[in-house]
């Protein structure tokens, strides 16, 4: 169980001119960026998009890329589907984690496990804006530039800061959706992931949260 979750912590948790940190600076009004968040989320049923990660690891001189596929349906289904360099699935509906390989397919349950529970309540709250509750459990920074919000956090648990250093949100201001996940490891390595080619509020058949 520890292996798949270190593997999906790293699965979900990059570099443009758009994103580059020396261009954000200090949001001036966080309370009505928060409240923009919020009634995003309200609207927001579903997303659906493509993703690219590119993930650094001390140990090897090239970035591994990866691609895939991403969607997320209200109250709480995820699908995260990798197709190159090669295919692996994980599935969460509510507490349920299916994951699936070209060898096996498994399922855990959160709930039995302390730190799947937390990891995968970050995760919703990270995909829903959920700012608040975000505060709760790390110290964020909130900044701004012409195309982008920009959340620095730096975790207070003691069990997070053993995986995680910090954790970088990007917010696209065109429709207020995180479009940049950053997740900087406690060792240096790090894990990026943009999402591209967005559909908000489409229609994603139960189906799709399902592993066959």
């Not at 049923?45 to 993930?55: A, G, L, M, P, Y």
């Not at 109250?75 to 589907?81: A, D, G, H, K, V």
Request: with cysteine; hydrophobic share 35%; charged share 30%.
């Amino acid at each position: 169980m520890h292996k798949i979750l270190k593997f999906i912590v790293i699965v979900f948790f990059i570099n443009t001119s758009v994103f580059a940190q020396s261009d954000f600076k200090p949001l001036k009004d966080v309370a009505s960026f928060k409240n923009k968040i919020k009634e995003m989320s309200k609207t927001t049923r579903s997303i659906e998009c493509n993703f690219v990660q590119e993930k650094s690891l001390s140990v090897l001189t090239k970035k591994i890329i990866s691609k895939g596929y991403f969607c997320f349906k209200k109250e709480n289904n995820i699908r995260w589907e990798y197709f190159e360099p090669y295919k692996y699935l994980v599935v969460i509906v509510n507490n349920k984690i299916s994951v699936k390989d070209d060898k096996s397919k498994k399922q855990y349950d959160s709930r039995s496990n302390a730190m799947f529970k937390e990891f995968i309540l970050m995760m919703f709250n990270f995909i829903q804006g959920n700012i608040d509750a975000c505060e709760k459990d790390y110290t964020i920074t909130c900044m701004e530039n012409e195309h982008s919000y920009y959340m620095k956090m730096i975790p207070k648990s003691e069990k997070v800061k053993k995986m995680l250093s910090q954790v970088d949100l990007y917010f696209d201001k065109k429709d207020l959706t995180v479009s940049r996940i950053k997740m900087l490891e406690t060792g240096g390595d790090y894990t990026c992931i943009d999402f591209i080619n967005k559909k908000i509020n489409m229609n994603i058949p139960d189906e799709k949260f399902r592993i066959k």
